[in-house]
Structures are given as C-alpha cells and as structure tokens.
C-alpha cells in the first residue's frame, strides 16, 4: 500500500515471537508485537526509518490470530459468520523521532453457509491472515458493513500512518494531503 501511494520501502521481516500472554488485551497484544518488531529491525538498521505492525481480528475478546489448518480456519469463520467483530491493527514507526498507535475497525460479517465456508478454505487465501480472512480478496464478498479504516483490516491504517511519517519528517505520500 505504501508503495502504492508512493512512500519508498525496503521490507525486513522481524523475527520476533507472536505468542499471546494468558488475559492480555487484544490491543495491548498487537501494540506489544508490533513495537518487538520495531525495535528488532532498528536495532539492526540504526538511523533508519523502521515502521512495523501487527493486525489481529477479535470476537467477544477473543483473538483470531493465524490459522494454522484449513480446519482452523473454518472454525474461526464460523465464528464469524453473521456477527460483527473488531480488527485491531498497530503501528509503530521508530527512527530519530517515534509514533505509534492501534487503529481499531468493526467488521459485519453476512452469514456464511458451510459451502460457502469449505469453498473459501479450499481457496488457500486464508493462509497467513489474521481471522482466516483476506477482505482484499475472496472474502469481501463476506463482508456486508465496516465501521472504519478498510486499509486497516487489509493490514496497515494507511491514513494514520501517513499521517504519522509527515509528523516525524519520514518519507511520506504526495497524496496524503494535509490532516485535520
């Protein structure tokens, strides 16, 4: 996306544990990973720009992280099917100044039928995605309201962040315009 809009990027994947702690909170979850990946790539790429992120889908406080099989990945769109729940996406940008925040959207979700459900996990788009769900593909179709940011739920708050770097004086779009 940042690329997209014009924003320069070199992608460094953090290696970094994602594991949940028992009771934390979905957001404070995202905002921990994300600041880990942070400070694993500045502290490798000093006096660079360094933006990370991590987005997580909740339903009654519960975290859908990844899915790990297809089995998975059906249960966690039953789940879904028919109910509304949150994405919570977090950034942190690090370098000689630092922003971060968590972007937070509601997802109504249609009810989806077994079938439609069997389909989408044969598809394989579920793999790698937080609540087995891709909206920028196959799964929009699933996707009858939002209630925010849709770049958030593809996975970075795409206006926040460009916000964010023309704050700190980072690289930034030509088409983020100004931020009332």
Known sequence: MLERVGVPIEVVPAD???GERAGEDPRAYVERIAHAKARAI???MPGRWVLAADTTVTIDGAILAKAATGDEAAAMLRRLSGRVHQ???AFVLAGPAERAAVVTTDVVMIAMGEGAIA???ASGEWRDKAGAYAIQGIAAAFVRELRGSVTNVIGLPLV???AALREVGAPSSPYGGSVS
Request: charged content about 40%; aromatic content about 6%; cysteine-free.
């Open 119 to 121: 389909e989408y996990v």
């Open 16 to 18: 970094v544990d994602e």
């Open 87 to 89: 994405v919570h996406t």
């Open 42 to 44: 500045a502290d490798r």
């Open 160 to 162: 926040e962040v460009l």
